[in-house]
C-alpha cells in the first residue's frame, strides 16, 4: 500500500543543502521507497538523497508529496507526518537582508580622472594589494581517457576528500562548520555516488566525476531560488576536490600568495578560499558571487573585503600591478595615478582612526557629556560568544538566550549539560553581568520533544513561562543549572512573557524549591542571584509597581512590546509598514515603565532592535534607561554616540515628545531641537587641526570631512563631502592671503561645525588667488542656515585684518584658536 503525505515547503529558503541532509537522514531509517513530489515544479526525486531533494526545486510555499510504499511505509508515513509539522521547517532560517546602499562617488576620487571599475560590496572593508589573477579551473580541464583501475582511483580520491573534510571540521568555527557539513552531506550522497560508479564502466574518472556532477547542476541552475543556484559552486567545488585527489600529478593549484593580495576571479569556490593564506590575503573580487554564497559567508567570517562585478579589470602588462579595493565605495582601482593613490590611502587611514577611536571604549563604561552613566550590553546565544561580545566594548550581556540550548536536538539537554554551558559562560564573563533569560520556547519556536500543538497565533501562544508548570522537571533542570553555576560569576536570571504578579510568584516559589534542594544536597550557589522579568506584554505596565516589589530589575523587550501594543505583526508586509517605536503611545509607555520602576529602585534595561537604532538613540537615553542590549557590531558604534550626547538635552527631548499627539510631531521636534552639548557646539577641540600636511585641495576636504565622521559629527562623510563640492562649482572658496573658507549648509552633518585645519606647506585651491595654507571649513545644519552667511561674512571681514590672521599663523594652543573663531559670534 502506498501512502501519501501532502505539505506546503514552509522553509524560507527552500530545500537547499541542509535541510535536504536533515529530511534524507530522517527518510533513511526506514526501508520503504519514498518520493518527493514537488508540485509546481513537476519535479520529483528520491528522499533518501540530498541531492535528488535539492534537484526538485522546492521553493517557499510550493505544494509537495511524499509518496512512501513498502514494508514500513505505515510506521514511514506516521513518523514522518510527524517531522514535517513539527520539525522540519526549523531546518531553516530566513537570510539576513543584505542592505544595499547607494553610496554617491566623493569628488574626491574622481577629481583624479583615474579608472575605476565598480561593482557590488558584499564584505566591507577598504585595502590595498597586489593583484593576483586567479585563472579558472574546470572540470573538464582533468579530462582524460579511461585507464586500469578507475573503480579503485575514484574510491581512493573519494575517501581522502571525505577525510580531508572531517579533519577540518574538527577546527572549524560555526560558519566554516556549517558549509563543510553541508558539503560532506553532499559529497555522500549515495546516488551521486551510484551515478558516478555506474559511469565508470565506460569513462575514467575526471570524465564521469564531471558527467555526473554536471547533471546535479543542470538540474540546480534551472531552479527559481538564486540559494538553490549558488549551490551549483559547491557542487562543482566537491567535483574539483575529487579530481584533484583522483590525479594529484595534474594539480591546478591557486597562486602562492607571498605579500598582500586582492585576488580575482571570476569565480571561487569554499575549498579555494580556505586554502588562501589569509595573512596575505586582504581583499577578493569575483565576478559571479551574492550575499547567499558559501564563498562569500566564509570571506565574511575572515574580514576580508569583497566585490563582486561583471566588469573585471584587465591585467595590466605588469605583473600584479598595485590596487586599491574600497568596499564603501564599490570600487576596484587598478595601477591607479598619484591623487587617486591619494585618496585611498587617507581612506584607510581615516578608517584606522575611527575604529582605533571606538576601541577606547572597550572594557570601559560610557559616559554622556554632562557624566551620565548607561551601560550597553549585548544579546547572545551561545557561550562562545561572551568573549567576543566583550572584546566588542559590551559592558556584559543583557540577553543571553538560553533556548539555543535546547533547539536542533532530540532529547532536553541534561542539567549537567546546562550546567557546563552555564557555567563557560560566566567564566568568559569575568566580573562582568550575564543575565540569562529562561527558555523561551513553544508557539513560533517548538521542541519536538515537548509535542506541542501548532498554533493560529503563536506569539499570543502557550509559549515561555506558560509552559514551565506542564515541563516542571526541564523547567527546575534550568533553574538548578543556573544556580549552581552562579559561582562562577556575576549571574542574573530573567523570566520572558510574565504577564500577573500570580505568575512571578509562582516563579519565585519553584526557585526557592530548588534552592532548598541544592542546600540539602550540599551543592554551593549564589544566594544572592537577581532575578527579573521581561517587560513585553503590555498589561505588565499597569502592575508594574506591583511587580517591582517582587523583583529586582525589569528588560523591556521592545520587539514584541512594540507589537503587542500597536497590535501589528512586523512580519506582515501588508502592515509593516506601521511598525514604529518612535510613536507617542511607545513613548509614553516607556516613561512609565521607567519612572515607576526608578521609584521603587527597580534597575531597567531595554534590548530587541531599537536599542541599537541610530536615530532612537537620543530618546533612549533621555528615557533613563539603565542599560541598552543590542548586537555585538552595534555596541563601540552606540557608546561612541553616548559619550558625545548630553543627558539633560535629551531628557528634555524626550519628556516633549511623550507631549506629542502624532508620530510626525515627533519627528519634527526631532528635527528642530538642537542636541548639542557643551563640546557639540559649533566650535570643537576636535576640530582644530594644526600643522598638518594636505598634497592637494581633494586631501584637505577628504581629510577634514572624515574626521567630522570620526567624532560622530556626520553618519554620511561622502555626501557630506558632495555638498561642499557642490558649493565650490559655483565658486571657488579661496579668499586670499592664503585662506581658503569652503562650506555648505547641509542635511548630512548632525552638529553645526567650524573646522580649521593649518597647514606646514600650501596647496593650489584652483581658485583666482591660488595657494592656501590655513583652511576653515564651515558645515553648517540645515536647521541652522540662517547663521551660513552670517557666520561667513563675519569670518570673511575678519581675515581682512593682518593681526586677526597672524593670530591664527602663530597661536600654539587650540583652546586659544577657539576663542579667537568665537568672536565670529559676538
Known amino acids: 500500500m502506498q501512502y501519501e503525505l501532502n505539505f506546503q515547503c514552509a522553509l524560507p529558503n527552500g530545500i537547499h543543502a541542509r535541510p535536504a541532509s536533515q529530511l534524507e537522514e530522517k527518510c533513511r531509517q526506514f526501508v520503504s521507497q519514498i518520493t518527493l513530489m514537488n508540485h509546481r515544479s513537476a519535479k520529483s526525486g528520491d528522499a533518501k538523497s540530498s541531492l535528488d531533494l535539492i534537484g526538485t526545486d522546492t521553493n517557499y510555499q510550493d505544494e509537495c508529496s511524499l509518496y512512501i510504499k513498502g514494508d514500513d511505509a505505515r510506521q514511514a508515513f506516521e513518523s514522518l507526518q510527524l517531522y514535517i509539522n513539527n520539525e522540519f521547517h526549523l531546518c531553516d532560517e530566513p537570510l539576513a537582508q543584505v542592505e544595499e546602499k547607494q553610496v554617491c562617488i566623493p569628488k574626491s576620487l574622481l577629481n583624479h580622472n583615474t579608472e575605476l571599475v565598480y561593482g557590488k560590496p558584499l564584505v566591507a572593508g577598504i585595502v590595498k594589494g597586489r593583484l593576483y589573477k586567479s585563472d579558472s579551473v574546470t572540470l573538464q580541464s582533468y579530462a582524460t581517457d579511461i585507464q586500469e583501475n578507475e573503480t579503485v582511483r575514484f574510491s581512493n580520491a573519494h575517501a581522502s576528500v571525505v577525510e580531508n573534510i572531517k579533519a577540518r571540521l574538527n577546527s572549524a568555527k560555526k560558519q566554516e562548520a556549517e558549509i563543510l557539513n553541508s558539503h560532506l552531506s553532499m559529497l555522500t550522497d549515495n546516488n ?8 565508470l564502466t565506460y569513462n575514467s574518472t575526471a570524465n564521469a566525476v564531471t558527467l555526473a556532477v554536471d547533471e546535479y547542476i543542470e538540474k540546480f541552475n534551472c531552479s527559481r531560488s538564486e540559494y538553490i543556484r549558488e549551490r551549483v559552486v559547491d557542487l562543482r567545488d566537491l567535483g574539483l576536490q575529487l579530481l584533484s585527489a583522483a590525479y594529484p600529478a595534474a594539480q591546478y593549484e591557486m597562486a602562492t600568495l607571498v605579500e598582500d593580495s586582492i585576488v580575482i576571479a571570476e569565480e571561487m569556490t569554499p575549498s579555494q578560499f580556505l586554502k588562501l593564506d589569509k595573512s596575505h590575503l586582504k581583499g577578493l573580487v569575483l565576478g559571479k558571487a551574492s550575499h547567499t554564497s558559501h564563498t562569500i559567508i566564509l570571506a565574511r567570517s575572515f574580514n576580508i573585503p569583497t566585490l563582486v562585478s561583471d566588469a573585471l579589470p584587465a591585467v595590466t602588462d605588469i605583473e600584479h600591478p598595485l590596487a586599491y579595493l574600497d568596499c564603501q565605495l564599490g570600487v576596484i582601482a587598478v595601477q591607479p595615478n598619484e591623487g587617486a593613490a591619494c585618496y585611498f590611502e587617507r581612506a584607510m587611514q581615516l578608517a584606522k582612526q575611527s575604529k582605533n577611536c571606538q576601541q577606547v571604549y572597550v572594557g570601559k563604561s560610557v559616559t554622556t557629556m554632562d557624566g551620565h552613566k548607561i551601560e550597553v550590553a549585548a544579546n547572545i546565544s551561545h557561550p562562545i560568544e561572551v568573549a567576543g561580545a566583550l572584546d566588542s566594548g559590551a559592558d556584559g550581556v543583557g540577553l543571553f538566550r538560553t533556548e539555543m540550548a535546547y533547539m536542533d536536538r532530540e532529547l532536553a539537554p541534561t542539567e549537567e549539560e546546562l550546567y557546563e554551558y552555564y557555567r563557560d559562560a560566566l567564566i568568559a564573563g569575568k566580573e562582568n553581568s550575564i543575565t540569562f533569560r529562561t527558555i523561551d520556547i513553544g508557539g513560533d519556536k517548538p521542541l519536538p520533544y515537548l509535542n506541542l500543538p501548532p498554533e493560529n497565533n503563536p506569539f499570543l501562544g502557550y509559549r515561555a513561562v506558560r509552559i514551565y508548570p506542564q515541563f516542571i522537571t526541564l523547567f527546575h533542570h534550568q533553574l538548578r543549572a543556573l544556580l549552581r553555576a552562579s559561582v562562577y560569576g556575576n549571574a542574573r536570571i530573567m523570566i520572558p512573557m510574565i504577564n500577573s504578579i500570580e505568575e512571578i510568584r509562582w516563579i519565585k516559589a519553584e526557585l526557592a524549591k530548588v534552592k532548598e534542594q541544592l542546600k540539602q544536597e550540599g551543592i554551593p550557589f549564589s544566594a544572592n542571584i537577581k532575578l527579573g522579568i521581561m517587560v513585553e506584554i503590555p498589561s505588565t505596565v499597569f502592575i508594574l509597581d506591583h511587580i517591582c516589589k517582587e523583583i529586582d530589575f525589569i528588560s523591556i523587550g521592545s520587539n514584541d512590546m512594540t507589537q503587542y501594543l500597536l497590535a501589528i505583526d512586523r512580519d506582515n508586509q501588508s502592515i509593516s509598514h506601521l511598525y514604529n517605536s518612535l510613536v507617542p503611545s511607545f513613548l509614553r509607555m516607556l516613561e512609565q515603565v521607567i519612572s515607576t520602576a526608578h521609584q521603587h529602585r527597580c534597575w531597567v534595561g531595554l534590548c530587541g532592535e531599537l536599542a541599537s537604532d541610530h536615530r532612537a538613540l537620543p530618546f533612549l537615553l533621555g528615557s533613563g534607561l539603565d542599560e541598552l542590549s543590542m548586537n555585538n557590531p552595534a555596541i563601540l558604534a552606540t557608546k561612541s554616540r553616548l559619550a558625545g550626547m548630553s543627558y539633560q538635552q535629551c531628557r528634555e527631548l524626550f519628556l516633549k ?79 586670499g592671503f592664503g585662506f581658503a573658507i569652503p562650506h555648505t549648509k547641509s542635511e548630512h552633518i548632525q552638529y553645526s561645525t ?6 606646514t606647506k600650501p596647496i593650489h585651491w584652483q581658485g583666482d588667488s591660488g595657494m592656501v595654507n590655513f583652511i576653515i571649513m564651515l558645515t553648517l545644519n540645515s536647521k541652522d542656515s540662517a547663521q551660513h552667511m552670517k557666520i561667513f561674512s563675519s569670518l570673511a571681514r575678519k581675515l581682512i585684518h593682518k593681526e586677526f590672521r597672524d593670530q591664527l599663523h602663530t597661536t600654539q594652543c587650540r583652546d586659544d584658536i577657539i576663542e579667537l573663531l568665537s568672536t565670529l559670534f559676538k
Open 192 to 199: 551521486l555516488i551510484a551515478s558516478i560508479t555506474k559511469l
Open 657 to 735: 515628545a511623550c507631549q506629542c499627539s502624532t508620530k510626525a510631531e515627533i519627528n519634527k521636534l526631532f528635527h528642530d531641537m538642537p542636541l548639542n552639548t557643551q563640546e557639540k557646539t559649533i566650535i570643537s577641540y576636535e576640530c582644530i587641526l594644526l600643522d598638518v600636511e594636505f598634497v592637494s585641495k581633494e586631501d584637505a576636504i577628504q581629510a577634514m570631512v572624515g574626521n567630522l565622521g570620526i567624532i560622530g559629527r556626520t553618519d554620511n562623510i561622502f555626501a557630506l563631502e558632495n555638498d561642499i563640492w557642490a558649493r565650490e562649482a559655483v565658486l571657488a572658496t579661496d579668499l
Open 754 to 759: 567650524i573646522s580649521m585645519a593649518r597647514l
